[in-house]
C-alpha cells in the first residue's frame, strides 16, 4: 500500500501542475482587453473578438467593465498603479488620456505603426493632435468620437403641427409643454425631457452643452479656473428649472440619470427629447424598440444670441506599458482600427468611427444618414480640460452642479463654491506630474 501512495501523489501533483501549467500559458498567451459601455456594446465587443480570434489564432480574454466612465477608469487605474501586466489593451474616456499618459501607463503606438497596415491618417487629425498625442507621442487611438445630440419623437412633433426640431432651448419647453398636455387629455402620460443628471461625468458634459450654448463654459486661464460667470449661471438655473419649475424633466435627474437610464426612457416611449450620445440611434431604430421609425436627431438647441455645442466624448484605445505581448497586443489594435471592422462597429453599435474614410462608404451613408449631416458637429465639438489631473477637476464640478440641479444649494453659490475649490485643485496640481 505504501508503495502506491508516493506514486498516486506523484501522479496526482503532476495532473494538477499540468492544469495549472496549461492554465497558465493559456492566461499568458490571450491578449486581455478591457471593455465596457451598453450591453449591445460589450456584444459588438464579443463578436468582434471571436473574429480576430479565428483569422489571427491569437486568443484574446475580455474584460467587462460597467458602463459608468469613472468606475471604467477607477478599475484600470488600480491595475496599472499596481504595474499589473493585464490588461494589455483598453478603452480610454477621451477626458482620461491624459491622466494615464501623464502617469506613464501608455505605451507609445508610432514604432507599432511603422510597418503596419494602419496609417494615422485615416484618423480625425484634430483628434489624434488634441487628444491621442501627449507632449508630441501618440498614445492612443480614436475607436470612436461621440458629441451630444438631441433625439426626438418625430411622430409626435409631427402630429402637433411642428415641422422641426427645436433651434432654442425655449422652443424645446413650449413644445414639451404642448405635447405633454395634448397627450395627457388622451391618457398618455409623457415626460419632456430626458438628459444625464446625475452625480457623475455625464453631467459635467451636459453641463458644457447647455452653458456652451450660452456662451459660457469652463476656462482655466493664467492657471486660474473659471465657472462662476452670468453665462453659466443663467444655463445652470435653466437646467434647475427644466426639473423644478417647468417640470418637463424627470425628478430624478439628479439622482439616476446616466446614459442607459435615459436611453430607456425615450426607447420605450416615455419621454419626447434625450440628450443622449450618437450609440443611442440604432439601439432606438433597432426592430424591437417600441420607437423605431420614430425616432428623429438634431443638433443640441442653443440660448438666444448662443450657439449649439456638443461636448466631445469618444474611446481610444491604449497599449499598456507593462503589456508582456505588445506585438500581439498592437495586432489587436491594427485589426480593431481596419476599415472593415470600424465600419461594422458602425452600423452594429452605432459608434462614430474615428476613421475619417468610413463616412464617405455608401452603405454607411444609406443607412446612418445622419452621420453624414451631423459630421459638423463632431468636428466643432466642445473639449474638457485637457490636463492629467481632469478628474479631480471633474469630481469638484460634479458635486456642485449636481448639488445646484437638485436644489439642496442654491445655483449662484455652488458655483462660486466650485470656483474656489477647483482653483485649489488648479494651484496644487499645474506644475505638478499626477499619479
Ligand atoms: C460617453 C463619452 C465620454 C464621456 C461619458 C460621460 O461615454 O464618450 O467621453 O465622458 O460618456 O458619461
Same mark, same amino acid.
Given at each position: ?8 501523489l506523484l501522479m496526482f501533483i503532476c495532473a494538477v501542475a499540468g492544469i495549472i501549467a496549461a492554465g497558465c500559458s493559456k492566461k499568458e498567451a490571450s491578449v486581455v482587453f478591457a471593455v465596457g459601455g451598453a450591453p449591445a456594446e460589450i456584444d459588438f465587443w464579443e463578436k468582434t473578438i471571436q473574429r480576430f480570434e479565428e483569422q489571427s489564432g ?141 452625480? #457623475? &461625468? ?5 453641463? =458644457? +452643452?447647455?452653458?456652451?450654448?450660452? /456662451? ?5 486661464? !493664467? *492657471? ?114 481596419? #476599415? &472593415? ?5 458602425? =452600423? +452594429?453599435?452605432?459608434?462614430?468611427? /474615428? ?5 464617405? !462608404? *455608401? ?73
Open positions: 500500500m505504501n508503495r502506491y501512495v508516493p506514486e498516486f491569437i486568443p484574446v480574454e475580455l474584460l467587462r467593465q460597467p458602463t459608468d466612465t469613472d468606475q471604467r477608469r477607477q478599475n484600470l487605474v488600480t491595475a496599472l498603479r499596481a504595474s499589473r501586466s493585464t490588461p494589455d489593451l483598453f478603452l480610454m474616456d477621451v477626458a482620461w488620456i491624459a491622466q494615464f499618459a501623464a502617469s506613464e501607463w501608455l505605451e507609445p503606438l508610432a514604432p507599432f505603426l511603422e510597418g503596419s497596415p494602419l496609417s494615422i491618417n485615416v484618423f480625425f487629425e484634430p483628434v489624434i493632435r488634441t487628444a491621442a498625442t501627449y507632449n508630441g507621442t501618440l498614445l492612443a487611438l480614436p475607436v470612436y468620437v461621440d458629441a451630444g445630440l438631441l433625439y426626438y419623437r418625430k411622430d409626435l412633433l409631427e402630429k402637433y403641427g411642428f415641422a422641426k426640431p427645436p433651434e432654442l432651448w425655449d422652443e424645446l419647453v413650449a413644445m414639451a409643454h404642448t405635447i405633454i398636455r395634448g397627450e395627457s387629455q388622451e391618457g398618455n402620460e409623457l415626460t419632456g425631457f430626458v438628459w444625464q443628471g446625475a452625480q #457623475y &461625468e455625464g453631467l459635467v458634459c451636459t453641463f =458644457l +452643452e447647455f452653458a456652451g450654448s450660452n /456662451g459660457g463654459g469652463i476656462t482655466i486661464a !493664467d *492657471s486660474l479656473p473659471i465657472v462662476a460667470t452670468d453665462r453659466n449661471r443663467s444655463a445652470l438655473a435653466f437646467m434647475h428649472g427644466l426639473v423644478h419649475s417647468e417640470k418637463i424633466s424627470p425628478v430624478n435627474t439628479g439622482t439616476d440619470m446616466k446614459e442607459e437610464e435615459v436611453r430607456f426612457s425615450f426607447q420605450k416611449g416615455a419621454a419626447l427629447f434625450e440628450r443622449n450620445w450618437p450609440y443611442a440611434y440604432s439601439l432606438h431604430q433597432a426592430d424591437d424598440s417600441p420607437v423605431k421609425g420614430k425616432t428623429g436627431i438634431a443638433v443640441l438647441p442653443r440660448f438666444v444670441g448662443g450657439t449649439s455645442a456638443a461636448t466631445l466624448g469618444g474611446w481610444h484605445i491604449g497599449l499598456s506599458r507593462f503589456s508582456r505581448q505588445k506585438e500581439r497586443a498592437f495586432a489587436l489594435i491594427a485589426y480593431l482600427l481596419s #476599415y &472593415e471592422v470600424q465600419k461594422a462597429s458602425a =452600423l +452594429e453599435a452605432g459608434w462614430n468611427p /474615428g476613421r475619417t474614410d468610413i463616412y464617405g !462608404d *455608401s452603405t454607411i451613408m444609406e443607412r446612418l444618414p445622419h452621420l453624414v449631416t451631423l459630421h459638423d458637429v463632431f468636428s466643432h465639438a466642445v473639449s474638457r480640460p485637457n490636463v492629467p489631473w481632469y478628474s479631480y477637476l471633474s469630481s469638484v464640478l460634479q458635486r456642485w452642479l449636481n448639488a445646484a440641479l437638485t436644489g439642496t444649494v442654491p445655483v449662484d453659490e455652488a458655483l462660486n463654491k466650485c470656483e474656489k475649490e477647483l482653483r485649489v485643485i488648479v494651484e496644487r496640481y499645474s506644475t505638478r506630474k499626477q499619479h
